[in-house]
């Protein structure tokens, strides 16, 4: 039998999701370990290979691609353990990164924070400015170099740095994603003198224009890079001794795979990796199951992700922010909060108001009702009072929960504000959904999609718990809650059901009407990047697709869309429906009537998305059933208190697992799956359809 395996670290368990040649799917889940992210990993692959019957090692030597979604990089950002980094740049332009935006990077955030600067204030900085060398070199903005590299200066500056200790160095010349001669020999300089030594060039990360974007990204590449190449390396290592011997596969932001060789030159390319293999299994699996307008939503125990598929499609973003800073690289578009089941509930001593999130629990202690240390209560605490979780059987059942300790958390925080044990629970529970809520409406309202015209995935080990309510107050009728217990591993699902991706893009800025001969030698040019790149890879012609687009704007504007292309060559006829495109896409994104036909319009960038397409997990399709839910799958019935009836009432369990498709049932009620909880709302009702998913009617009425 051979297996394809995905493995998901979040900041409190790790996923493990493996398919077989059949189709056959298992899961695990383990809890992460921050000290060492690899035995967590392993756990969960030898809790899956458990359950399929054999050793780890058997499951690894039959392995045929093994994806990993890591968070390293991630972490060593948030908490401030990056690499000690030195940046060599142009002369003149030593304070790029120090100067960053009008904005401070705040653009989108609490506008009290935008608007009043003195309650704002700037990150920590990367690289401080003792670290950085300007180097003299110039190349103008048609890619001419009109003054030569100093090569002495350069070797002053690489001794300079190394004798501070920097343990990874960053460079970012003035127009080298133009001509990176200059940023080339640079490089070759650093190895010269320090082999070894992490570097990262921008002409390689981000050939792109934004002289603060492209220093920004280099130097996030640099401070993460020595930690997640040690990381990978490790992981390399131990997967080689338990004798797995395909090529290790990581997940990166844009929505595919990355050899591990290239995500340890490109750690930032894993960046938000894990949130976005939740939208690559749910465009999988709708396009299987006949839906092209899915919001993908992802509860876990840190942190609640969103994603939007729009006719097949993910959406996608070119701009991203981490710590403030913001720089340029193409990746699938995640909306992150701090609201997860651990995150903690407080109270706003100001307002005398409750809040929730965004600091989590984590994994340890985690939650009070966990009983490792935790004395703040979470989310998962208020989901046990309320009686929506079993404390006998969380997580598989290794781990009891502790209701007592829960309540008396709740109710301690309750009498602060005057509310009873349950009203208090039920607060916490309303906050994070509508907080959720709010959320979805600024990816979908705010960016000129209507909910209603889509369904919504619910997945992670939270997700499933809470969907009912923000589903609801979107006006969304269909929530789905994918493949039963693969749901609170979907990401890990998701790294199966990756292609290998590799995206290349051009600067080149034309005014309109375009010269297509210039356009079409571009777009070889990316062709033949990305084909090179395969025959490294060793990928098979047969397997490998190409698409194109381009970055438009209107004529003194600087804001672009990004338009698709049919192929990877253009003619006349080509650039009339490339205009008109423009205007469709245009006017999608900001209204009807908001672009100028007839303008004049500029080409700025041109891209291609180099995918190599993998064997996928099967979804499978089963015949449908009677909808009579079968005996064996009803467990003991509990008392639940229902925020719509402000009461206690005793509500039917099921055991998820044993429903059947076609089985449909009525809500209130529990769905329990080893790994997560589905609770059906009242007024709301569940069916198990053909592709195993447990699907929620959300507007429906009872069935009586």
Known sequence: MSYLCGIDIGGT???????????????????????DFCRGMLTALELAAGKIGISLPDLCRSTSMLSHGTTVGTNAI??????????????????????????????GEDVRLVVHFPESQKPDPIVPKRLIRGVSERVDCFGNIVV????????????????????????????????????????????????????????????????????TAVSLNAYIGPVTTGYLSNIEHRLEELEYRAPLQVTQCAGGTIPVTTAMRSPLLTLDSGPVSGVTASRYAAACMGFRNVITTDMGGTSFDIGLIYGGEAAFSFRSRVHQYEYYLPKVDIRTIGSGGGSKVWIDDNTRTMRVGPESAGAVPGPVCYGRGGDVPTVTDADLVLGYLNPARFAEGTLELDVQAAQSSIEKLGGRL?????????????????QMADLIRKATIEKGFDPRDFVLFAFGGAGPVHAG?????????????????????????????????HIYEKVEIMLSPFDPTRVNKNLAGLQHQATDQFENDGVAGDVRRFQFSADMRHKGQINEVEVELDQGQINAEHLEQLNERFVQRYEQLYGRGASLPGARLELVALRCRAIAETAKPKVVTHEMGSDVIPSEAMRAGREVYWSEFSHHQETPVYDGNLLKPGNRLAGPAIVELDTTTVVVRPDQNLEVDAFANLTIDVQSSRIH
């Not at 908490?79 to 100067?99: E, F, P, S, W, Y």
């Not at 190394?162 to 970012?172: K, M, N, P, T």
């Not at 529970?429 to 509508?434: C, G, K, L, Q």
Request: glycine share 8%; net charge negative.
């Open 13 to 35: 368990f790790t996923d493990c999701a493996v398919v077989d040649e059949n189709g056959h799917l298992v899961s695990a889940k383990a809890p992460s370990t921050p000290d």
């Open 78 to 107: 948030v908490q401030r353990r990056g690499a000690r980094v030195g940046l060599i740049t142009t002369k003149g332009h030593n304070d790029v990164i120090h100067i960053m935006r009008g904005s401070r990077g705040l653009s």
């Open 148 to 215: 030569s590299l100093n090569e002495e200066e350069v070797e002053v500056a690489v001794r300079e740095l190394l004798s501070q200790d920097v343990e990874a160095i960053a460079i970012c010349l003035l127009w080298s994603f133009l001509e990176p001669r200059h940023e080339k020999r640079v490089k070759e300089i650093v190895n010269d003198i320090s082999p070894g030594l992490f570097v990262s060039a921008s002409y390689e990360l981000v050939p792109k224009w934004g002289e603060y974007e492209r220093t």
């Open 418 to 434: 005057g509310m009873d044990l349950y009203e208090c629970a039920a607060g916490i529970s309303h906050i994070v959904e509508f």
């Open 469 to 501: 309510v923000f589903a609801r107050e979107l006006g969304v009728e269909k929530v789905i809650v994918p493949q039963r217990e693969m749901a609170s591993v979907w990401c890990a699902f998701g790294a199966v059901a990756a292609d290998v991706l």
